[in-house]
């Protein structure tokens, strides 16, 4: 069966429309330790949703990724250049950026080589930023039914790699000083097509799917639809590792 990480090749624009973006004060918090914005790199970029957050901050933005079909559905700007560069081997000079971004990813990488290759390419005083989210909370009974239900279903379907997620990257021996950083949330309001949407992103849901006839769509769409009947707030906690170099 497909490797997890290239599941997102498949309905990559799916990526740019149901992702949830980065709060607004997460990125005023990073941004007040990156001191020169000149160059910026989002690694394994997606669709650019960093990127192009954070154009106006920087005089030049580099987005890599390995997945072609999330190349060719980005976030366009001139600022923004897009390449199909793995993220432990890159062509990028010495000391060249000033924050390097690592959106949700990091546990697809092999790790060691990409923590060695940013330090070769981050400058002096320049800042690594790694960070992810959980999963997401609407309330004590539709948690319960997704708890349940959804989540065993596809659990077999996880890569090992997501663990590391589910552990907010615990173990991982991060490089450079330490910048302590706050836990920041994400909060959305979502309908169940919504929600329905986000999970179809899923690389665990894309493997279930390419396998089962019954999609899971329709399973959480039938086992929520009498509890879901209107927009309801949502959650997700932010966590990240800021380091400066």
Not at 115 to 132: H, P, Q, T, Y
Not at 208 to 217: G, P, R, V
Request: charged share 25%; with cysteine; proline share 3%.
């Amino acid at each position: 069966m497909i490797d997890n990480v290239k599941t997102f090749n498949i309905e990559s624009e799916k990526y740019a429309q149901y992702r949830p973006r980065y709060p607004k004060n997460f990125y005023d918090f990073l941004m007040k330790h990156v001191h020169q914005k000149n160059r910026l790199w989002d690694c394994a970029c997606g669709n650019g949703q960093v990127s192009i957050d954070l154009v106006d901050e920087f005089n030049q933005i580099f987005a890599t990724d390995i997945n072609e079909n999330q190349l060719a559905n980005v976030f366009k700007h001139p600022k923004i250049s897009y390449a199909l560069i793995p993220a432990e081997k890159t062509n990028f000079p010495d000391n060249y950026f000033d924050l390097i971004c690592v959106a949700q990813a990091l546990h697809w990488f092999d790790i060691d080589a990409f923590f060695k290759e940013a330090d070769r390419v981050l400058k002096d005083n320049g800042i690594l930023a790694i960070l992810g989210y959980s999963y997401f909370y609407v309330d004590e009974q539709i948690d319960h039914l997704l708890n349940n239900k959804l989540h065993a279903i596809i659990e077999d379907y996880w890569s090992e790699e997501k663990q590391l997620v589910i552990n907010r990257f615990q173990g991982i021996d991060f490089p450079f000083k330490k910048i302590n950083s706050p836990e920041f949330e994400i909060n959305l309001s979502w309908k169940l097509k919504d929600m329905i949407s986000y999970i179809n992103t899923w690389s665990a849901v894309k493997k279930y799917n390419l396998k089962h006839n019954d999609k899971i769509e329709n399973i959480v769409y039938n086992l929520l639809k009498n509890e879901w009947t209107d927009y309801k707030p949502v959650k997700m906690k932010l966590f990240s590792f800021i380091r400066k170099k």
